[in-house]
């Protein structure tokens, strides 16, 4: 037998980039790039928004301004709603919940959007470093993937997507509203209603780019030439699902924008402009 040797078990191996059969390369990238800014941005971008949008959950304030009511708070599921005169009031809790509402609701688009495919990919990026960027390795010794606990929750994507169509449909219900006045009225249009309907319209485009929409539409055929309008409509779902990603900031982008627009119409900061 042979002497001066060391054995090894699995848990002493290198694994990883550093595993055996793997290119012995000591430099941990050969990239000459600023690989790393797409991250960055990708990290501060997602964590301004967090920051933003925790903050203007726990408000409980200024979130309806008639005709307009914030999409972070519709619809109202708790009876704690004040001034609420429009929009989908449907006071499921009662006075027993002393929180914001818009913690009763926000919960859905944001499962939505936290087990969305092109999102995992963001955070995962951005935050995990898992991996920080193409050939690029990451700082992790092992990797399970979304085989084990949390992560295999995100198989769960395609239930927030049925619940996604439900908020998609009643805050158009609440854009719709936005062209009433102050008296439910019908004629009415501001700068506020043109804010919800480029919101609704891009949440509209964000959802039914998702990769889960075009599978339910188009998948488990056989043969399209048997099912046209399917094939149609999974063809048009495709064009917006080659887009997801730009649709999937935009949104972002914009439900924040119209938060914020009726909180400063509901503070006082400004009035809301009417065309008519």
Not at 125 to 137: E, H, K, L, N, Y
Not at 157 to 166: P, S
Not at 237 to 252: D, T
């Amino acid at each position: 037998m042979a002497t001066g040797t060391t054995s090894s078990t699995p848990d002493t191996q290198a694994r990883g980039v550093r595993a055996p059969g793997r290119a012995a390369i000591a430099a941990p990238h050969l990239r000459t790039d600023r690989w790393w800014v797409p991250p960055l941005a990708t990290a501060l971008g997602l964590a301004a928004f967090v920051v933003y949008s925790t903050w203007r959950a726990f408000a409980n304030s200024h979130y309806y301004a008639a005709p307009y009511v914030s999409p972070f708070y519709s619809p109202c599921l708790a009876s704690n709603c004040t001034d609420m005169k429009g929009g989908a009031d449907w006071a499921l809790f009662g006075h027993w919940w002393g929180l914001s509402p818009a913690l009763l609701v926000l919960v859905f688009p944001l499962g939505f959007r936290l087990t969305c495919y092109y999102y995992r990919k963001a955070y995962y990026r951005g935050f995990w470093a898992s991996p920080p960027a193409c050939a690029v390795a990451e700082p992790h010794a092992t990797y399970t993937g979304e085989t084990r606990l949390p992560l295999i929750l995100q198989n769960a994507h395609r239930y927030f997507f049925y619940l996604a169509l439900v908020v998609a449909g009643i805050l158009t219900y609440d854009t719709a509203l936005g062209f009433r006045d102050a008296h439910g009225r019908w004629g009415h249009m501001g700068l506020g209603t043109v804010v919800l309907l480029a919101n609704i319209t891009l949440i509209w485009a964000y959802t039914l780019s998702c990769h889960s929409c075009r599978h339910i539409i188009g998948g488990k055929l056989r043969h399209f030439s048997r099912h046209p309008v399917r094939y149609r409509l999974w063809g048009w779902v495709g064009v917006l699902n080659g887009r997801h990603m730009l649709l999937a900031w935009s949104s972002l982008v914009s439900v924040g924008v119209a938060d914020l627009y009726v909180y400063l119409v509901s503070s006082g900061a400004f009035d809301d402009p009417r065309f008519f």
